[in-house]
Structure formats: structure tokens, C-alpha cells
């Protein structure tokens, strides 16, 4: 096994599923502090204010905000060297337009950054994980060009803030996922193309600002986007169905187009004219977009799709993501997720030809029920099995592909809350956290088997992999 000596391996979270204490010391309410939780098939129910019959999973998440010295020790325990985390947006400007930043927020993410660095971990940090101050809602959200300057207000203080601490940005989660989740993504519950075109467009106009914004105030700062990836085969040789994988696959593709290439796809475009669908340019805009193309790519791994005769080209259905096709030679997670580990390997090589950007892989992992045994142990060979057939293959696109990727961070190191339903008993952690679908239970971590054997992973650098 040969992975690179400055490759960088660790684990990811977001704000909204971990943090808790949504409402303390300042914090304002975000898109993601209300929503309710679900379970696997329905979808989250967006309530706009707060009900307080109503369970809200953001609030408490498993309480990271009180507990991340602890966790980020674990980290440091297991070896990582990158932890890709988010910053919650309304935790420093709680209304998204106040002139002031909240002091108090600001403090918590340098009490992160500085455990962080006193651990040799490097934070890899994202702006915005699918959640948006609430109060911005007054304006349409991402549907308002007055939220990329109040997003870029953002940017410009914790660039500032962060420098000398933070080198690694991210601007938007997952954004092409404004595509079929617009109200995590972008704020957004018109549920029509224009609409989420719109805002897609506000996100990459903000994140092509951003990353010009980055790069003149420090020498050092890299910023990258943000793609869940999505990858897609045709159900059978027919080449009828390869084209329609290759349509499918541009309803995703187009993001990373605009953000890596700098201007919009020829497909898109007539995509738009035959729909009829605008986008709000204004002078200056589309030099913007091809000056503020990103560094690197980031991307999330879980799953792979098949396409055929009766597949939607627009994502629609359970989360978004079902295709109506069940690939017959893999089999499925508890949550119906497709497990396919030399996906990772296609999709590595897929961007990479596609954008000749070094790579990072910010999400990948399987969430599962995990049984806790009277002694505290987790037995989760299922997890280890999971990681391991998919660092196999980044291993392979990296030594055999030559494919650049600067960092591995498996989703979930503690178990949190799932984006898609809100649940907590879908777990991706090494370190089990007690808390149920409820919010009830002592919060308290426990080491799953997968704990040692990531540590061990890292501390051989990969090389471990090859002897199990
Ligand atoms: C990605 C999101 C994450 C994360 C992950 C796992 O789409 O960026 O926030 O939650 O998916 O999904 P889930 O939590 O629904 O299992």
C-alpha cells in the first residue's frame, strides 16, 4: 500500500448534525433548526418557526459544542491529520445580515482550530453545510442576490479571523444537491427548476466571489468546492441507456463544470433555452465566475446508481437519489444505499480527467445500527469491511490511476445526526455516541472496534490494509 507521505487522513462533520446548543450563546436559528425528524422514506418536515410539539434534532445533535475537546482528543487518539468540519453560519452572524459578528461564535470555532492544531490536525473548513441563517429567509434566501453579499460578509470576517489557523476552505456542501434537497442546500421551498437554478447561480456566483476573496488575503488559503458524488451506469449495453447515463449524469455534473471550469456547460444552456429558464446575470458576473474557479475538489462517496428506460433525469424520490434500478451484482445498505467501493475508484478518475484538480474525498462511510454490548463494545466489522473495500480502491486510483488526492475524511467519526432523516440511529461513527432518535440518552462516547482499526490504518499510513 502506497499512499502518499502528505496524505492526510481524518474525519468529517457538519455543524448542524453534531453541534447542538443551537440556540446558545447567540446563536441564531438556521434552515436546518427546523427542520423536524424522519425517518428512512419520508421526507424531514420543514416547519419555518419552531413547534414546540415537534422534535428538532439540530438542537441537541450529540452535544459537540459542549464536548469537543473530548472528541477532537479522540481524534488526536485515532491519529487523524485533517479534520473537515463546518462552521454554522448563524452562530456568527445570527440573523445572516447583523452588521456585528457575534463574538461568542467566533471564539468557539478558534477554541476548535486551536485544539485542532495543538493535535497536528489541520482543519479542512466548510462555509456552508446545509444550513442558512433563517433570518435571511426575508429576502428569498439564495433566491436573492442580496444574500451572496451577505454571505461574502461572512467570508471576509472568518477569512480574517481565521488566518495562520484555517488554510483549507470549502464554500457549499454538496451543491449540486440544491438540485434535489433545495431547502438544505440553498433555503429554498419553491419547488420549481427556475427557482433552483436561481439560487444555484446566487451559490456560485457567492463561491466564485469567495474564492477570489481567499486568495487576496492570504498566500496560503485554498478553497474548493463541494460535490456529493454522484456516479451512474446504464442498466444494460443498449446504448440508449448510456445516453441517458450521460444526461443523468450532467444534472450533476454541471456544478462541477461551472465551478471548476468557470462558465456554464453548452449542455446546460440548451437545457435552459428549450425550458425556458433564466438566470439573473448582471454585468461583471460571468468574468466572476471564470475568475473564481476552485483549487481543488472536494466530494462525498456513498453510493452509485443505475440508469435505464424508466429512470427520471431529474432526481427525484426517496432522498433524492433513487433511480428506480437496483444494481443486481451489489448489495444495499440497511438504509438502501448501494455499497460499491470500486465506485470510489471510477468517480476519483471520473473528476480527474474531467478537471485535472487534486482531489479530496470529505465524506464516505456507512451508516448503520450498531448494538452496544453490556461492556461498552462495539462490534462493527460491517463498518471495517465497508471502509476498508473502499480505501482498497482509493489506494488503486492513487498508485495505479495516478489520480492526486490530498485527504481522506471518513463521514461521522462520532456518531451524529443523519441529514436525510434526522435520525440518529443511522450510525457512521467509530466512537458510538448514546443518544437516540429522541434526543434522549447520557451522550456519552464509546471506542467502536473500527476506532482501533482506523488508528491502526493511519498510523501505518495505509499499509495496514494489505496484511488484515
Ligand atoms: C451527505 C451530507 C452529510 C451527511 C451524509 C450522510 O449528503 O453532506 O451532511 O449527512 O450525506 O447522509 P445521511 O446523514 O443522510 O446518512
Not at 69 to 93: P, T
Not at 339 to 367: A, F, K, T, W
Not at 395 to 411: H, T
Request: proline share 4%; net charge negative.
Amino acid at each position: 500500500m502506497s499512499f502518499p507521505k502528505s496524505f492526510m487522513w481524518g474525519g468529517a462533520t457538519a455543524a448542524n448534525q453534531c453541534e447542538g446548543a443551537y440556540n446558545k450563546d447567540g446563536k441564531g436559528l438556521s434552515t436546518a433548526d427546523v427542520m423536524t425528524s424522519s425517518k428512512y422514506g419520508h421526507p424531514r418536515e420543514v416547519t419555518q418557526t419552531i413547534d414546540e410539539t415537534k422534535h428538532y434534532p439540530s438542537h441537541h445533535g450529540v452535544n459537540h459544542y459542549e464536548r469537543y475537546e473530548e472528541d477532537i482528543k479522540l481524534f488526536a487518539e485515532m491519529g487523524f491529520e485533517c479534520y473537515r468540519m463546518s462552521i454554522a453560519w448563524s452562530r456568527i452572524f445570527p440573523n445572516g445580515d447583523d452588521a456585528e459578528p457575534n463574538e461568542a461564535g467566533l471564539k468557539f470555532y478558534d477554541n476548535i482550530f486551536d485544539l485542532c492544531l495543538k493535535y497536528n490536525i489541520e482543519p479542512i473548513v466548510t462555509l456552508s453545510h446545509f444550513e442558512t441563517p433563517l433570518g435571511l429567509q426575508k429576502y428569498g434566501s439564495w433566491l436573492s442576490r442580496e444574500v451572496v453579499d451577505y454571505f461574502m460578509n461572512y467570508c471576509e470576517t472568518v477569512f480574517q479571523r481565521y488566518q495562520g489557523k484555517v488554510k483549507y476552505w470549502i464554500t457549499f456542501n454538496e451543491i449540486n444537491v440544491m438540485s434535489t434537497k433545495p431547502w438544505m442546500a440553498g433555503g429554498i421551498q419553491e419547488d420549481t427548476e427556475q427557482a433552483r437554478m436561481t439560487a444555484a447561480y446566487h451559490q456560485f456566483l457567492a463561491s466564485a466571489k469567495a474564492v477570489q476573496l481567499a486568495h487576496d488575503m492570504s498566500g496560503a488559503y485554498q478553497v474548493g468546492m463541494m460535490y456529493n458524488g454522484h456516479i451512474a451506469y446504464p442498466a444494460s449495453p443498449d446504448p440508449a441507456d448510456v445516453t441517458r447515463t450521460t444526461q443523468f449524469m450532467h444534472q450533476m455534473l454541471f456544478y462541477a463544470d461551472v465551478q471548476c471550469r468557470g462558465y456554464y456547460p453548452n449542455y446546460k444552456i440548451k437545457e435552459f433555452e428549450r425550458n425556458n429558464i433564466t438566470l439573473p446575470i448582471e454585468e461583471g458576473d460571468l468574468d466572476e465566475l471564470r475568475a473564481g474557479t476552485v483549487d481543488f475538489i472536494s466530494f462525498s462517496y456513498y453510493l452509485s446508481h443505475v440508469v435505464g428506460e424508466d429512470t427520471p433525469l431529474k432526481f427525484v424520490g426517496l432522498n433524492g437519489v433513487k433511480t428506480g434500478y437496483k444494481n443486481p451484482t451489489l448489495d444495499t445498505s440497511d438504509w438502501g444505499w448501494s455499497i460499491d467501493p470500486s465506485g470510489l475508484r471510477y468517480i476519483l478518475n471520473l473528476l480527474y480527467d474531467r478537471y485535472q484538480l487534486p482531489l479530496m474525498i470529505v465524506e464516505n462511510g456507512l451508516g448503520a445500527v450498531d448494538k452496544v454490548e453490556e461492556d461498552g463494545s462495539v462490534h462493527d466489522a460491517y463498518r471495517i469491511e465497508y471502509l476498508k473495500k473502499h480505501l482498497i480502491e482509493l489506494e488503486k486510483a492513487i498508485e495505479i490511476d495516478g489520480v492526486p488526492v490530498l485527504a481522506y475524511a471518513m463521514w461521522g467519526p462520532f456518531d451524529i445526526i443523519s441529514a436525510s432523516t434526522g435520525e440518529m440511529k443511522k450510525r457512521y461513527g467509530f466512537i458510538y455516541v448514546d443518544v437516540d432518535d429522541d434526543g434522549n440518552g447520557t451522550y456519552n462516547r464509546y471506542k467502536k472496534d473500527s476506532f482501533y482499526w482506523y488508528q491502526k490504518v493511519i498510523e501505518t499510513n495505509g499499509a495496514s490494509l494489505k496484511f488484515e
